[in-house]
């Protein structure tokens, strides 16, 4: 059926360091993805989203590339911190549909 | 700002007794989403409500039930719990289905 995944399910960076997490996602119908961050025993917290019509979109020190040729869409933070150390889950969802998580990618950051 | 409420924030309960979870979404917002998420798993979508009805069903099962009351806040009704039911429960709302959904601190429900 169609799916959300990721493509590493874990990622180690250096503090200071940008880092780059990968979706890909495989219904060609999801016109909105978010990016959410899950710290332990939280709930998803909403970081950036986009829109099918948009290829980049920036936040603060977050940027979300979505490339809807490849079906791929990726998470990338600047300038990493010990707090950004999480799990990161896409979300897509078409069409007004529930959301559909990917398998989450934990990220870690070494001081 | 104000999030998403959820009570209570843990549950012990023995199997097949009754579980209730309760929601109360971000000030107007109308729509109200559940989700079960298994230890190392992604949140699984299980019901959402707007306007009080039903908008959405995902992998509830029959044992389960929800509803939105007129204050917008929702419950889930959980019976005959099962020691596989044991995960966090989390609600989300959002303003109109298909908008960006806020997620609440979750509830953690172990059964045992």
């Known amino acids: 059926g169609e799916s959300v995944g990721l493509h590493l399910p874990t990622l180690s960076v250096q503090e200071g360091d940008n880092s780059i997490i990968n979706c890909a996602y495989s219904?060609?119908?999801?016109?909105?993805f978010i990016w959410y961050k899950q710290e332990s025993g939280k709930g998803p917290q909403f970081i950036i989203d986009?829109?099918?019509?948009?290829d980049k979109r920036q936040g603060q020190r977050v940027t979300v590339l979505l490339n809807k040729t490849v079906k791929h869409l990726s998470l990338q933070i600047a300038a990493t911190q010990p707090g950004d150390s999480a799990v990161y889950f896409c979300?897509?969802?078409?069409?007004?549909?529930?959301?559909?998580f990917g398998k989450g990618t934990r990220l870690s950051v070494i001081a | 700002a104000a999030g998403v409420i959820q009570s209570p924030r843990h549950l012990i309960k023995e199997k097949r007794e009754t579980a209730t979870l309760k929601c109360y979404p971000i000030?107007?917002?109308?729509?109200v989403y559940w989700y079960q998420q298994g230890p190392g798993q992604d949140p699984q979508f299980l019901i959402s409500f707007y306007e009080k009805m039903q908008s959405d069903k995902g992998s509830i099962p029959d044992r389960f039930s929800a509803q939105q009351f007129s204050d917008y806040h929702s419950e889930l009704n959980m019976s005959s719990l099962e020691l596989g039911d044991s995960a966090l429960y989390f609600c989300?709302?959002?303003?109109?289905?298909?908008?960006?959904?806020?997620f609440g601190p979750g509830t953690r429900l172990t059964v045992l």
């Open positions: 979300a897509e969802t078409p069409l007004n549909t529930p959301l559909v």
């Open positions: 986009i829109r099918s019509n948009m």
């Open positions: 000030p107007r917002h109308d729509t």
């Open positions: 989300a709302s959002s303003l109109g289905v298909g908008d960006t959904q806020y």
């Open positions: 219904n060609s119908a999801s016109d909105y």
